[in-house]
């Protein structure tokens, strides 16, 4: 069994309204000296079987055409160390 993360951020030069808008509450709430935030997105796939290549690569393929809009967003994969 294989658990596969998928974190996708905004391109930095793409604005980020919402991480705007928690950076201003953290602000209001006490939270003195933030300087940006930037809001994401995770997922956590849990595979049957080990992850090969060949499903590596599937995965980078669909991070990029499903998960992820490259034109405005970055995206990595990684492997997720089990607990």
């Known amino acids: 069994m294989a658990r596969v993360v998928v974190d996708v951020m905004l391109k930095p030069e793409i604005l980020d309204p919402q991480g705007r808008a928690?950076?201003?509450a953290l602000t209001r709430l006490g939270l003195a000296g933030v300087s940006d935030v930037r809001q994401g997105k995770r997922f956590e796939i849990t595979l049957d079987g080990d992850l090969d290549a060949d499903?590596?690569?599937?995965?980078?393929?669909?991070?990029?055409?499903?998960?992820a809009n490259p034109v405005i967003e970055d995206f990595t994969v990684r492997v997720a160390e089990q607990a």
């Open 55 to 67: 499903r590596e690569t599937v995965l980078n393929r669909l991070a990029e055409e499903l998960l």
């Open 22 to 24: 928690v950076q201003g």
